[in-house]
Structure formats: C-alpha cells, structure tokens
C-alpha cells in the first residue's frame, strides 16, 4: 500500500526493505488549462506549452555538488547508479511525465544524497512559472514488481516559482530515506538551482 506523505515527512527506504533497490522515481505536473473567449469554458479551454524537466543533483558531504557527471538530466541521462528515461516537451497526459531509474545499491558511497528538481526550460523568455502548473507529484515505485511505495502530491501555491525542489533520498546509517520537500525556488535554470550546492 502507498504511503502518502505531507511536505517535511521523512521515510525510510531501505530499513525494513533490505531488497528495495531498484526503483523507478517518477515526476509528473500538467499544464493548467485557461478558458479564453465565449466557448472556453464550454469547450475545455487550452493548455499553455510548458517544458517541464525533472533532474537529480547527486551531492557528496556537506550537500556539495562536486563533479559534473553528478547531474543527471536531459543533457546527461547516465550517471552512476542513475538512469534519466529522457525529456517530456509538453507534460501532457495521465501519470509520470519524466522517470528516473536509480539502483540504489550502484549509488557510489561519495553520493550522500540524491536531490530531485523540476525546471522550467527557458521560463523567463516565455514568461512561466509554476502557478501555470497544477497536479504535479513525485513517487517511488518498486521496479521489481511496478508497485507505487510512496507518493508526495505538491500541493502548494508555487506561483511565480520557476523551480521546484521535489524530494531528496539521503543515507541515514547506512539506509536510504526519503524526505517530501516541496520547495518553490526563483531559479531561473538549471544551473542557478545546482549553484546552491557548489
């Protein structure tokens, strides 16, 4: 059964799960649509583009970003323990709209937490942020078997954010935890966000 989690809660991972290592975290958001003219309303209205991209940030002691092969996004789906599925343009659809594979137990011991971000690409020159997004989720779900272990639905007001700091899976005594984070930042690309950890 799915454990749904609040903004700050914490989870462990792999304390009484010794076997859950491979696991899919999915992310996914949609497009809020908006109703324009005498029909919008009647006919669903339309949804803005809105490109969306969901990375890891892979973080050594201290919460520092030290090599550049440690993040993982569209640009670069590989890293050490990680596999990045490959970018959603538009967010629309039921379910995850971006998925990283991590195995858990190929995470080099140097990674101490993994951070999961969502950006929207090129946000200033097309004028989006997050109020113009809605539903947006991250989970873990057990790759052996396709069972969802955990969600957390984002369900606060990010408007004029333009990056979200979803979740972070971190070692904990030897285990892997989960924590719900939530947190809407002004970061205006990729490298602003990974600028907080250097």
């Known amino acids: 059964m799915s454990i749904n989690l609040q903004k700050g809660q914490k989870v462990d991972l792999t304390k009484d799960n010794p076997n859950f290592?491979?696991?899919v975290v999915g992310?996914?958001?949609d497009p809020v649509r908006e109703n324009k003219g005498l029909f919008g309303g009647l006919f669903g209205g339309s949804a803005p583009q809105i490109d969306c991209d969901a990375s890891v940030?892979?973080?050594e002691d201290g919460d520092r970003f030290i090599r550049?092969?440690?993040l993982i996004y569209f640009g670069n789906l590989k890293g050490e323990g990680i596999n990045h599925t490959g970018d959603n343009?538009?967010?629309d659809g039921d379910g995850d709209d971006e998925q990283i594979i991590v195995k858990l137990n190929e995470v080099p011991q140097r990674i101490k937490k993994l951070v999961f971000v969502v950006n929207i690409y090129d946000c200033i020159?097309?004028?989006q942020h997050f109020g113009m997004i809605q539903n947006a989720f991250i989970r873990i779900v057990d790759k052996s078997n396709g069972k969802e272990f955990l969600k957390y639905n984002l369900s606060d007001n990010y408007n004029e954010k333009t990056a979200l700091i979803a979740g972070e899976i971190y070692r904990y005594n030897?285990?892997?935890k989960f924590a719900a984070i939530g947190e809407g930042?002004?970061?205006a690309s990729l490298s602003d966000l990974v600028r907080k950890y250097i």
């Open 89 to 91: 343009l538009t967010g």
């Open 185 to 187: 930042t002004r970061d």
């Open 57 to 59: 940030i892979m973080l």
């Open 68 to 70: 550049k092969e440690d």
């Open 125 to 127: 020159k097309r004028k």
């Open 21 to 23: 290592s491979n696991i």
């Open 27 to 29: 992310l996914g958001w």
């Open 174 to 176: 030897g285990e892997w």
